[in-house]
């Protein structure tokens, strides 16, 4: 299978742990998203790394919140402290970077569902 | 800011027939792209179709057809020949082709149930 991975696919944690997400991206691919996604809305961004730096993070992601893509090979996605409102499916993507066109289409991997008790 | 509105939380289709998702988006910038996207019950986001703000054509892809209209800021997905596996949440997305990130801004989706 070379689409995008991500592990667990479930999570269930007590409020106050802590959880780390890991995805796989595509191999070819230098760019990765991570999205959250609550229910009954549509993802939302966190953050974005090219190759192993981190260039964008969205206002959402609190200082509970850390990502890290060592060697720009997989991203790992903490949450520290968890708080039930951390509840969602939390999405991987990856892709080339952006054609001159903008069509360069982010594979997404099956998501990994967080609930907090 | 950019927003993707999708008005419709449900949509019903029988089996073989046309249907027209809708979508609206906001943004000042002249370059950005629109995007739909699948997502069944399993969860992954499967990618359908994609639209340039500079295409001068509709995009099509199969049985999935994109009707863009620029002025009315209007992006609406049309499925022909509806299937029992389109049942789906289909969200709508846009990114700003300039941004370097290239972050998705995705729309709240629409079920869409298909009647056999």
């Known amino acids: 299978d070379t689409g995008v991975s991500q592990d667990p696919r479930h999570k269930i944690t007590k409020r106050g742990q802590n959880v780390t997400f890991r995805c796989d991206p595509i191999s070819e691919h230098n760019r990765l998203y991570w999205y959250r996604q609550t229910l009954g809305q549509g993802p939302e961004f966190l953050t974005y790394?090219?190759?192993?730096?981190?260039?964008?993070k969205s206002r959402l992601l609190s200082d509970r919140f850390s990502a890290e893509r060592p060697k720009g090979s997989f991203s790992t996605l903490e949450i520290q402290r968890t708080e039930q409102g951390d509840s969602a499916m939390y999405l991987c993507?990856?892709?080339?970077?952006?054609?001159?066109?903008?069509?360069?289409?982010?594979?997404f991997g099956p998501g990994t569902r967080l609930t907090v008790l | 800011a950019q927003k993707i509105t999708q008005t419709q939380p449900g949509m019903f289709v029988q089996e073989k027939e046309a249907v027209t998702l809708d979508c609206t988006y906001d943004?000042?910038?002249?370059?950005?792209?629109l995007f739909w996207y699948k997502q069944p019950s399993s969860g992954e986001m499967i990618f359908l179709i994609y639209?340039?703000?500079?295409?001068?054509q509709n995009a099509t892809e199969g049985r999935y057809s994109l009707n863009f209209q620029k002025a009315r800021k209007s992006a609406n997905l049309v499925i022909s020949a509806s299937q029992l596996g389109d049942s789906a949440m289909y969200f709508c997305a846009m990114r700003l082709i300039y941004n370097q990130g290239g972050k998705l801004i995705f729309g709240q989706g629409t079920e869409l149930s298909v009647k056999p």
């Open positions: 943004t000042s910038d002249q370059s950005y792209g």
């Open positions: 790394f090219q190759n192993e730096a981190q260039l964008e």
């Open positions: 993507a990856s892709s080339f970077p952006r054609g001159s066109r903008g069509n360069n289409e982010q594979f």
């Open positions: 639209q340039g703000s500079y295409d001068e």
